[in-house]
């Protein structure tokens, strides 16, 4: 992921799980709805909104690597 220097807030990044959630892996979807309702720090916040940014453009192998990275934050 290229960095960004923008500070993604709560609910940007809320919002842009909504957008992708049809793309991601059920499972991973719910659990990330569950842990975006407790008070994150700014980097994950950063980390997560650009992980799921355009992943419904992303190639399968993209796609796991994100969701692995995605799992170490709900699991």
Wanted: glycine share 2%.
């Amino acid at each position: 992921m290229a960095n960004c220097n923008i500070d993604h807030s709560q609910d940007d990044v809320s919002k842009k799980l909504i957008s992708q959630e049809q793309y991601v892996p059920d499972d991973l979807a719910v659990k990330l709805h569950m842990y975006l309702k407790q008070i994150l720090p700014q980097g994950e916040l950063n980390d997560i909104f650009h992980l799921l940014k355009k992943y419904d453009q992303a190639s399968e192998e993209e796609r796991e690597e994100r969701n692995q990275a995605l799992r170490k934050y709900v699991e």
